[in-house]
């Protein structure tokens, strides 16, 4: 077997990342989670099925799940025993996801995984599926496969600090997030997770600390600014600093 294959490109960032316009320190939303889409690199040659499959990638791109749909299953009418269906599963299950059949889609998912069970893709959006159903025991676990399955790749893990943040758990996400943090270190985004899940855990200065760190990284990373601010003037009693950092 070869190793878990690496996700090439993703069309959407994990959940929770952007600034509440609220005056509260924001918190993940795991209802608004889009299910990423891993994107592959088409062969050169078009073997039966190929084609089909190239272009309802392109419809999924585009926002037509109904039309994706149909040409993803056309492929893998077209070659039922290819390897390549593990991929078209995956990108049936996303179609599937977006017209809301999720019983459909998990299906669609779990064969994907079943044809090629190296793939981390449908793992992680069968973990995303769970969590949006409220199981957040089985999102966990398959979050917790995802990110063992592609080891140089944080997103899984952030989705599953999130998930703890959720859940009341501010000292299992900030793990994951350390643990994302190893993986890609000059991502504000993992920093400014951190900093929610020191303040969720009653810890405002680390917390602010871990923003100024973000900052320091990425000087227009909107979180960043806007965090200190209500740090400043809810949790460290300095009401004076609440302003654009």
Not at 38 to 64: K, M, T, V, Y
Request: charged residues 25%; aromatic residues 4%; hydrophobic residues 40%.
């Amino acid at each position: 077997m070869s190793k878990a294959q690496r996700p090439t490109h993703t069309v959407t960032n994990p959940p929770p990342i952007q600034a509440s316009p609220e005056k509260s320190f924001p918190s993940p939303n795991l209802r608004g989670v889009t299910l990423i889409l891993f994107l592959f690199l088409a062969a050169c040659s078009q073997p039966p099925g190929q084609r089909e499959a190239d272009r309802g990638r392109i419809e999924l791109e585009r926002g037509n799940p109904v039309r994706a749909e149909a040409l993803l299953e056309r492929s893998i009418e077209r070659r039922p025993a290819h390897p390549d269906n593990a991929i078209t599963f995956n990108l049936l299950g996303l179609a599937l996801h977006q017209q809301g059949r999720f019983n459909e889609a998990q299906d669609a998912f779990e064969n994907s995984r079943r044809i090629n069970p190296l793939l981390a893709e449908p793992v992680f959006n069968l973990g995303i599926l769970a969590a949006e159903r409220g199981n957040l025991r089985e999102a966990a676990r398959y979050l917790n496969d995802a990110a063992r399955m592609v080891p140089d790749h944080p997103v899984a893990l952030e989705v599953l600090a999130a998930l703890h943040l959720e859940r009341g758990q501010p000292g299992p996400a900030r793990n994951a997030l350390l643990a994302a943090e190893e993986r890609d270190p000059r991502n504000p985004r993992i920093l400014t997770a951190l900093a929610r899940a020191e303040h969720a855990a009653g810890n405002p200065e680390p917390a602010l600390d871990l923003l100024l760190r973000a900052l320091e990284r990425n000087p227009r990373f909107p979180p960043a600014h806007y965090n200190p601010g209500v740090l400043h003037e809810t949790s460290l009693n300095a009401p004076e600093q609440a302003r654009p950092h």
